[in-house]
């Protein structure tokens, strides 16, 4: 199975700082990955499917690139609202495994 | 709006059973695949089985492969999965999530969960 990792664990940026989480497969999913936030307490929300595609109503500031192995979230203006857990997702196959997750906090 | 609504969840011995619902609305159910994701306290997402519309496509993590069934009832707007010989690392929220008009599409709304406890 394919498995999928995440860098870094954990960071802490300040308030208009441009943050970049990546994510990498074991093996080449094309673009067939997705990332999701998960704010405290609440549920996960589908932020970008097909690597760089921003679901409706996601702020502009969130934006992702790659193919194949390696990809990147990048929220260009970090805002106070963003703090959360990211999490990527391959979804061409099952099993639909996701990363181990990336918590953003605000420095 | 599209809603959904599990429910089934709560405290089980090791080695019981337990049944999850799902239950959707808001959208045309039986055009979608549906999933269950879960999370155990305080760590990430783990995917626990996926079904395709029509029943024809189904997966399973390896993690409960042997264990749990999903299956769907298309005429109830009714997703479910069934949960035999439970362990403690089955302890977790279990999200209902549905997927999209394939198999392999990634999952825009999520229902709020129901936690599943294992212990003696």
């Known amino acids: 199975d394919i498995q999928m990792t995440q860098s870094p664990s954990s960071l802490s940026a300040s308030v208009g700082d441009r943050v970049t989480i990546t994510c990498r497969a074991s093996q080449g999913i094309s673009n067939y990955l997705a990332w999701y936030q998960q704010k405290p307490g609440k549920v996960p929300k589908l932020l970008i499917y097909?690597?760089?595609t921003l679901q409706s109503g996601v702020p502009s500031r969130f934006s992702g690139s790659g193919s194949g192995t390696d990809f990147t979230l990048t929220i260009s203006s970090l805002q106070p609202e963003d703090v959360a857990t990211y999490y990527c997702?391959?979804?061409?196959?099952?099993?639909?495994?996701f990363g181990p997750g990336t918590k953003v906090d605000i420095k | 709006e599209v809603q959904l609504v599990e429910s089934g969840g709560g405290l089980v011995q090791p080695g019981r059973s337990l049944r999850l619902s799902c239950a959707a609305s808001g959208f045309t159910f039986d055009d979608y695949a549906m999933h269950w994701v879960r999370q155990a306290p305080g760590k990430g997402l783990e995917w626990v089985s996926g079904i395709s519309w029509n029943s024809g496509s189904i997966g399973y993590a390896d993690s409960v492969k042997g264990r749990f069934t999903i299956s769907r009832d298309n005429a109830k707007n009714s997703l479910y999965l069934q949960m035999n010989s439970l362990r403690a690392e089955d302890t977790a929220l279990y999200y209902c999530?549905?997927?999209?008009?394939?198999?392999?599409?990634?999952?825009?709304?999520w229902g709020q969960g129901t936690l599943v406890t294992v212990s003696s």
């Open positions: 997702q391959k979804y061409n196959s099952a099993p639909f495994t």
């Open positions: 999530a549905k997927g999209g008009l394939g198999f392999g599409d990634p999952f825009d709304y």
């Open positions: 097909a690597a760089s």
